[in-house]
Protein backbone atom coordinates (compact mmCIF):
# COMPACT_ATOMS: atom_id res chain seq x y z
CA UNK A 1 0.00 0.00 0.00
CA UNK A 2 1.47 3.78 -0.41
CA UNK A 3 0.86 5.51 2.44
CA UNK A 4 3.33 9.23 0.14
CA UNK A 5 1.33 12.22 1.31
CA UNK A 6 -0.49 13.49 -1.39
CA UNK A 7 -1.02 16.23 -0.15
CA UNK A 8 2.95 17.17 -0.22
CA UNK A 9 2.59 16.30 -3.76
CA UNK A 10 0.06 18.51 -4.92
CA UNK A 11 2.42 21.38 -3.30
CA UNK A 12 5.30 20.33 -4.91
CA UNK A 13 3.40 20.17 -8.44
CA UNK A 14 2.11 23.98 -7.81
CA UNK A 15 5.66 25.42 -7.21
CA UNK A 16 6.68 23.30 -10.45
CA UNK A 17 3.85 25.22 -12.06
CA UNK A 18 1.07 22.54 -12.54
CA UNK A 19 -2.44 22.94 -11.71
CA UNK A 20 -3.14 20.42 -9.77
CA UNK A 21 -7.06 18.66 -8.46
CA UNK A 22 -7.01 16.05 -5.55
CA UNK A 23 -10.23 13.17 -5.76
CA UNK A 24 -10.83 10.32 -3.36
CA UNK A 25 -12.12 8.09 -5.91
CA UNK A 26 -12.09 7.97 -9.86
CA UNK A 27 -15.82 8.59 -9.81
CA UNK A 28 -15.38 12.03 -8.66
CA UNK A 29 -12.56 12.67 -11.01
CA UNK A 30 -14.43 11.91 -13.97
CA UNK A 31 -17.04 13.63 -13.16
CA UNK A 32 -14.96 16.99 -12.49
CA UNK A 33 -13.28 16.11 -15.87
CA UNK A 34 -16.78 16.20 -17.50
CA UNK A 35 -17.94 19.16 -16.12
CA UNK A 36 -14.64 20.82 -17.24
CA UNK A 37 -14.05 19.49 -20.91
CA UNK A 38 -17.33 20.34 -23.72
CA UNK A 39 -17.19 21.11 -27.03
CA UNK A 40 -13.26 20.29 -27.61
CA UNK A 41 -11.73 17.86 -29.67
CA UNK A 42 -9.64 15.38 -27.15
CA UNK A 43 -7.25 13.19 -27.50
CA UNK A 44 -5.92 10.56 -25.58
CA UNK A 45 -2.67 8.12 -24.68
CA UNK A 46 -3.03 4.42 -24.25
CA UNK A 47 -3.70 4.00 -20.55
CA UNK A 48 -5.54 1.72 -18.71
CA UNK A 49 -6.51 4.46 -15.86
CA UNK A 50 -8.63 6.19 -18.57
CA UNK A 51 -10.13 3.44 -19.44
CA UNK A 52 -10.71 2.28 -15.73
CA UNK A 53 -12.81 5.70 -15.46
CA UNK A 54 -14.76 4.90 -18.94
CA UNK A 55 -13.62 8.59 -20.12
CA UNK A 56 -13.80 7.26 -23.78
CA UNK A 57 -17.43 6.69 -23.13
CA UNK A 58 -18.07 9.78 -20.74
CA UNK A 59 -16.36 12.65 -22.47
CA UNK A 60 -17.91 11.55 -25.89
CA UNK A 61 -21.09 12.37 -24.91
CA UNK A 62 -19.83 16.35 -25.37
CA UNK A 63 -17.03 16.19 -27.37
CA UNK A 64 -14.89 14.63 -30.67
CA UNK A 65 -12.54 12.11 -28.71
CA UNK A 66 -9.73 10.13 -30.37
CA UNK A 67 -8.58 7.14 -28.64
CA UNK A 68 -6.56 4.47 -31.32
CA UNK A 69 -8.36 1.48 -29.22
CA UNK A 70 -11.78 2.93 -30.23
CA UNK A 71 -10.43 3.37 -33.64
CA UNK A 72 -13.68 4.09 -36.01
CA UNK A 73 -14.11 2.83 -39.18
CA UNK A 74 -12.19 4.52 -41.88
CA UNK A 75 -9.38 5.64 -39.80
CA UNK A 76 -6.15 3.71 -39.04
CA UNK A 77 -4.72 3.18 -35.71
CA UNK A 78 -1.94 5.87 -36.72
CA UNK A 79 -4.52 8.24 -38.00
CA UNK A 80 -6.44 8.24 -35.01
CA UNK A 81 -3.16 8.31 -32.76
CA UNK A 82 -2.06 12.08 -34.44
CA UNK A 83 -5.52 13.26 -34.34
CA UNK A 84 -5.24 12.65 -30.45
CA UNK A 85 -1.94 14.58 -30.54
CA UNK A 86 -3.60 17.63 -32.45
CA UNK A 87 -6.64 17.59 -30.75
CA UNK A 88 -7.65 20.83 -28.34
CA UNK A 89 -7.42 18.68 -25.60
CA UNK A 90 -5.10 15.90 -24.66
CA UNK A 91 -5.62 13.27 -21.18
CA UNK A 92 -3.06 10.95 -20.42
CA UNK A 93 -1.63 8.46 -17.37
CA UNK A 94 2.05 8.14 -16.66
CA UNK A 95 4.33 5.62 -15.40
CA UNK A 96 5.71 6.68 -12.58
CA UNK A 97 5.76 10.33 -10.59
CA UNK A 98 8.38 10.87 -7.68
CA UNK A 99 7.13 12.86 -4.58
CA UNK A 100 8.91 15.97 -5.62
CA UNK A 101 7.05 16.04 -9.02
CA UNK A 102 8.83 14.46 -11.78
CA UNK A 103 6.67 13.14 -14.08
CA UNK A 104 7.85 9.85 -16.13
CA UNK A 105 6.40 8.09 -19.10
CA UNK A 106 7.77 4.98 -21.53
CA UNK A 107 6.39 4.52 -24.59
CA UNK A 108 6.54 2.54 -27.86
CA UNK A 109 5.59 4.79 -30.78
CA UNK A 110 6.05 8.29 -29.47
CA UNK A 111 2.78 9.79 -29.25
CA UNK A 112 2.04 10.12 -26.18
CA UNK A 113 5.21 11.55 -25.18
CA UNK A 114 4.89 13.64 -27.70
CA UNK A 115 1.51 15.04 -27.30
CA UNK A 116 2.78 15.01 -23.20
CA UNK A 117 5.58 16.80 -23.61
CA UNK A 118 4.47 19.68 -26.59
CA UNK A 119 1.01 19.99 -24.89
CA UNK A 120 -2.07 21.04 -27.35
CA UNK A 121 -4.42 23.69 -25.80
CA UNK A 122 -4.36 21.82 -22.13
CA UNK A 123 -3.20 18.29 -20.79
CA UNK A 124 -4.59 16.30 -18.09
CA UNK A 125 -2.00 13.69 -16.40
CA UNK A 126 -4.88 11.38 -14.61
CA UNK A 127 -2.51 9.56 -11.85
CA UNK A 128 -3.61 6.98 -9.21
CA UNK A 129 -1.34 6.50 -5.49
CA UNK A 130 -0.11 3.80 -7.05
CA UNK A 131 2.25 5.32 -9.41
CA UNK A 132 3.78 7.78 -6.82
CA UNK A 133 6.60 7.00 -5.76
CA UNK A 134 9.39 8.61 -2.90
CA UNK A 135 12.13 9.31 -4.92
CA UNK A 136 13.17 9.51 -8.69
CA UNK A 137 15.31 6.89 -9.01
CA UNK A 138 12.22 4.92 -7.52
CA UNK A 139 9.56 6.45 -10.20
CA UNK A 140 11.83 5.09 -12.62
CA UNK A 141 12.12 2.16 -11.54
CA UNK A 142 8.71 1.86 -10.95
CA UNK A 143 8.13 2.89 -14.75
CA UNK A 144 10.77 0.31 -16.09
CA UNK A 145 10.25 -2.78 -14.12
CA UNK A 146 6.62 -2.49 -12.92
CA UNK A 147 4.22 -0.26 -15.81
CA UNK A 148 6.46 -1.27 -18.64
CA UNK A 149 5.96 -4.88 -17.98
CA UNK A 150 2.61 -5.55 -17.01
CA UNK A 151 1.70 -3.70 -20.12
CA UNK A 152 3.31 -6.10 -22.15
CA UNK A 153 2.13 -8.49 -20.63
CA UNK A 154 -1.69 -6.97 -21.03
CA UNK A 155 -0.65 -6.27 -24.64
CA UNK A 156 0.63 -10.21 -25.56
CA UNK A 157 3.56 -8.78 -26.01
CA UNK A 158 6.49 -11.45 -27.24
CA UNK A 159 9.07 -10.06 -24.66
CA UNK A 160 10.54 -12.04 -21.87
CA UNK A 161 8.76 -9.48 -19.30
CA UNK A 162 5.23 -10.64 -21.13
CA UNK A 163 5.35 -13.91 -19.63
CA UNK A 164 5.14 -13.02 -15.76
CA UNK A 165 4.82 -9.67 -15.85
CA UNK A 166 7.33 -9.22 -13.18
CA UNK A 167 10.15 -6.90 -14.23
CA UNK A 168 12.17 -5.31 -17.15
CA UNK A 169 14.98 -8.02 -18.84
CA UNK A 170 16.24 -4.62 -21.28
CA UNK A 171 15.13 -7.08 -23.83
CA UNK A 172 15.75 -6.40 -27.76
CA UNK A 173 12.79 -8.26 -29.03
CA UNK A 174 11.15 -7.04 -32.00
CA UNK A 175 8.05 -6.83 -29.46
CA UNK A 176 9.79 -4.40 -26.62
CA UNK A 177 7.23 -1.81 -26.24
CA UNK A 178 10.13 0.92 -24.48
CA UNK A 179 11.35 2.80 -26.74
CA UNK A 180 10.96 6.38 -25.16
CA UNK A 181 11.76 7.40 -22.07
CA UNK A 182 10.47 11.26 -20.87
CA UNK A 183 10.89 12.55 -17.80
CA UNK A 184 8.75 16.35 -17.26
CA UNK A 185 11.43 18.20 -14.55
CA UNK A 186 9.14 21.07 -14.65
CA UNK A 187 6.08 21.77 -16.68
CA UNK A 188 7.03 22.62 -19.94
CA UNK A 189 5.91 26.40 -21.05
CA UNK A 190 3.29 26.76 -24.05
CA UNK A 191 0.31 24.38 -22.87
CA UNK A 192 -1.53 24.20 -19.45
CA UNK A 193 -1.26 21.47 -17.50
CA UNK A 194 -3.14 19.99 -14.86
CA UNK A 195 -2.78 16.76 -12.77
CA UNK A 196 -5.29 15.34 -11.61
CA UNK A 197 -4.37 13.07 -8.41
CA UNK A 198 -6.85 9.94 -7.66
CA UNK A 199 -6.66 8.49 -3.97
CA UNK A 200 -7.01 5.02 -5.45
CA UNK A 201 -4.91 2.47 -7.18
CA UNK A 202 -5.68 2.92 -11.23
CA UNK A 203 -3.87 1.65 -14.12
CA UNK A 204 0.04 -0.17 -14.24
S1 LIG B 1 12.57 -3.38 -22.32
FE1 LIG B 1 11.66 -5.34 -22.98
S2 LIG B 1 11.72 -6.62 -21.14
FE2 LIG B 1 11.96 -4.51 -20.45
S3 LIG B 1 9.89 -3.87 -19.92
FE3 LIG B 1 10.32 -3.16 -22.02
S4 LIG B 1 9.49 -4.79 -23.30
FE4 LIG B 1 9.70 -5.64 -21.25
Redesign the pocket.
Given at each position: MNDLDLSILKQNLEKKGYGVSFFETKESATNYLASQINGKTVGFGGSVTIKEMNLFEILSKTNRVYFHDKTPDGLTVMQVRTLATRSDIYISSVNGISMDGQIINIDNTGNRVAAISYGPEKVYLVIGKNKVAKDFESALYRA?NVS??QN?KRLN?K???AVKGDR????N?ED???RNLSVLIHKPTGAEYEVILINENLGY
Open positions: RAPARTPCCYDCARIC
